[in-house]
T-cell receptor, first 114, second 114 residues
């Protein structure tokens, strides 16, 4: 079984551009989570999605950030008009159930805003 | 807001020594997970503890969940260089409406030298 696949691994964007981060969950996992890790900090929850539904977006910044998990294809985390403070590692995780068990993380996308 | 504090933040020891990492909170969690993260990679789940007072052993690693479900510890016996990494605890709260998101601790960076 392939694990959680994230791409790209590294992404460089200039201030004001858009960043699109992709996440394909493990086979059989219908629950997807996005976390952000700032340098020298722990992981912070951003959003929890199931197919075609946003279940919990309490950790998402109010502006410029959006996420989707369409019926077909990967989950997308989209950051519009990026700023330097968006530079971080963004991790996606998936699980088979909503009970918080069985989390599997991807290798992350490292976003650098220049 | 639920917070998880880990101690120590940094630990540098020699091969063969024992160590304990602590994870403390003022909040109660329904389960607690421990992860290890290596540079440039996503966190890898080591163990999930779900019952207050539970002790789990994984080879040289021993995990304990506090009786009150507010704290946990990770004990490593006879540390090896391969144990080097960032250790993260993460709590889940199934009793609220936002069950599936994890609250991560501040992390303990362990370095084991020869």
């Amino acid at each position: 079984n392939a694990g959680v696949m994230q791409n790209p691994r590294h992404l460089v964007r200039r201030r004001g551009q858009e960043a699109r981060l992709r996440c394909s969950p493990m086979k059989g996992h219908s629950h997807v989570y996005w976390y952000r890790q700032l340098p020298e900090e722990g992981l912070k929850f951003m959003v929890y999605l199931q197919k075609e539904n946003i279940i919990d977006e309490s950790g998402m910044p109010k502006e410029r950030f959006s996420a989707e998990f369409p019926k077909e294809g990967p989950s997308i985390l989209r950051i519009q008009q990026v700023v330097r403070g968006d530079s971080a590692a963004y991790f996606c995780a998936s699980s088979p159930l909503r009970d918080g068990y069985g989390y599997t993380f991807g290798s992350g996308t490292r976003l650098t805003v220049v | 807001t639920q917070l998880l504090e880990q101690s120590p933040q940094f630990l540098s020891i020699q091969e063969g020594e024992n160590l304990t990492v602590y994870c403390n909170s003022s909040s109660v969690f329904s389960s607690l997970q421990w992860y290890r993260q290596e540079p440039g990679e996503g966190p890898v789940l080591l163990v999930t503890v779900v019952t207050g007072g539970e002790v789990k052993k994984l080879k040289r690693l021993t995990f304990q969940f506090g009786d009150a479900r507010k704290d946990s510890s990770l004990h490593i016996t006879a540390a090896q260089p391969g144990d080097t990494g960032l250790y993260l605890c993460a709590g889940a709260d199934l009793w609220t409406g936002t069950a599936s998101k994890l609250t991560f601790g501040t992390g303990t960076r362990l370095q084991v030298t020869l």
